[in-house]
């Protein structure tokens, strides 16, 4: 893999760059750029048509100073170790930026899920479980849904940790079903949590979000929800929608809500009537106010970011810009809010649902976003103020507030 494209070469030069602002001692650094763990795991699984297929499937427990480690896990068939690893750093930065007690971690199996049946996906779930099921746990590390993977793949997986430490521990999953202990609020967390930190910004530029004209690049569950949320509850226009097989375009506004039943019907958004159809790479470059990029990694390199037009760039997804072209779009004065700020809503209430199996009781979803509102609005303000008081970029700011509170914790406990 390239190094301007290695995820985690790219979450690497950026905690070097946070490193030297905060003058943060060498012992410190040099561990804060390596996991401390990683698990690499091959296991069978038995296929319907009675064929075994071999996976590979990876843990990483990047750090756990400010407490258990907590991370998704991936269904991709792209997925990579090095992929995993910046995740896992990502998600660690995430959960110190908005001041949770909880450390960072992150897995996934390299396989094809649009190509397996149900029955075979619940073999594949469990086998993970199984193999994975003595590195983690409710105080040790708790995982996650993520790309391609749903409330049901993690019930499956409670299902099989319990079958195997015959007791019920809920908490060692999140993002279940509520039947089995999930939380109200999580299936749009991430995209509320983004919308919060996007009503911040546009405070902070005295950008209007009524008729904003929006662009969303992915349309998977955090683009869809970002969709609705920002044109439903704020008065904003998304003019540009896009999923893995390219994206639609109407200036006049798109209805969100028929595309959405478009898609449950086609499974994509491009055969929309009415619309213009464009490339992922081209909805990157309209003419927006906010642009979301909600889809993967390096979607924004050093050879669009000159032609980014968006005042405000939101990264619902995991790493969608790469370091050099951070520096473009900050020359360009391009506001951007940084993913493991942006899309830290997940995990955080990943972290309520932990708290709300912890002891049994369960919380309306008002509760939940108010108390996703005031941490988000919170974790805001601190990036917000590093990033003026340094002045750099947003993410730098965010990862001077992460860093120097692991870093801390680290400290207090006499690693270093």
């Known amino acids: 893999m390239p190094e301007e494209t290695n995820p985690f070469k790219n979450a690497q030069r950026q905690l070097d760059t946070a490193a030297e602002l905060l003058k943060l001692e060498p012992p410190i650094h040099s561990a804060l750029r390596e996991p401390m763990r990683?698990?690499?795991?091959?296991?069978?699984?038995?296929?319907?048509?009675?064929?075994?297929?071999?996976?590979?499937?990876?843990?990483?427990?990047?750090?756990?100073?400010?407490?258990?480690?907590?991370?998704?896990?991936?269904?991709?068939?792209?997925?990579?170790?090095?992929?995993?690893?910046?995740?896992?750093?990502?998600?660690?930065?995430?959960?110190?930026?908005?001041?949770?007690?909880?450390?960072?971690?992150?897995?996934g199996?390299?396989?094809?899920?649009?190509?397996?049946?149900?029955?075979?996906?619940?073999?594949?779930?469990?086998?993970?479980?199984?193999?994975?099921?003595?590195?983690?746990?409710?105080?040790?590390?708790?995982?996650?849904?993520?790309?391609?993977?749903?409330?049901?793949?993690?019930?499956?997986?409670?299902?099989?940790?319990?079958?195997?430490?015959?007791?019920h521990l809920p908490g060692v999953i999140t993002g279940k079903p509520l039947a089995l202990g999930g939380s109200e609020g999580r299936a749009d967390a991430t995209a509320m949590g983004a919308v919060y930190t996007i009503r911040e910004a546009a405070k902070a530029l005295g950008l209007k979000l009524k008729d904003a004209k929006i662009a969303v690049q992915g349309f998977g569950n955090a683009g869809s929800f970002v969709s609705s949320i920002l044109s439903q509850k704020m008065g904003c226009k998304i003019v540009a929608i896009s999923d893995s097989k390219g994206g639609i375009f109407k200036p006049e506004g798109i209805d969100?809500?028929?595309?959405?039943?478009?898609?449950?019907?086609?499974?994509?958004?491009?055969?929309?009537?009415?619309?213009?159809?464009?490339?992922?790479?081209?909805?990157?470059?309209?003419?927006?106010?906010?642009?979301?990029?909600?889809a993967l990694e390096n979607q924004i390199t050093p050879r669009n970011a000159g032609k980014i037009k968006a005042k405000l760039v939101a990264e619902v997804a995991n790493g969608p810009t790469t370091p050099d072209a951070d520096s473009v779009l900050f020359k360009n004065g391009v506001f951007l809010i940084p993913d493991f700020l942006c899309n830290a809503g997940g995990v955080t209430v990943s972290y309520f649902e932990q708290v709300q199996n912890a002891y049994n009781y369960y919380w309306e979803e008002q509760e939940v976003h108010d108390k996703l509102d005031k941490i988000m609005t919170k974790a805001f303000a601190d990036v917000y103020a590093a990033s003026k008081k340094h002045e750099v970029n947003n993410r730098i700011g965010a990862y001077l507030v992460a860093v120097s509170r692991v870093a801390e914790a680290m400290k207090l406990r006499g690693w270093v």
């Open 256 to 294: 969100i809500k028929k595309v959405l039943e478009h898609k449950k019907v086609s499974n994509t958004v491009t055969t929309m009537d009415g619309m213009k159809t464009i490339s992922n790479e081209e909805l990157l470059e309209l003419d927006v106010d906010i642009l979301c990029p909600s």
């Open 38 to 107: 990683i698990f690499e795991i091959n296991f069978p699984v038995k296929m319907d048509n009675g064929d075994v297929k071999v996976f590979k499937g990876f843990r990483v427990q990047y750090n756990d100073a400010r407490g258990p480690c907590k991370g998704g896990i991936r269904f991709h068939p792209d997925e990579t170790i090095d992929t995993v690893k910046a995740l896992a750093a990502w998600m660690t930065w995430k959960t110190a930026c908005v001041n949770i007690p909880l450390g960072g971690g992150k897995g």
């Open 109 to 167: 199996i390299i396989c094809n899920p649009k190509l397996m049946s149900l029955t075979e996906l619940e073999r594949l779930s469990r086998a993970y479980i199984d193999q994975v099921a003595r590195l983690i746990g409710p105080t040790r590390d708790v995982p996650a849904p993520d790309v391609y993977t749903t409330p049901q793949i993690m019930a499956w997986m409670l299902d099989e940790y319990e079958k195997i430490n015959m007791q």
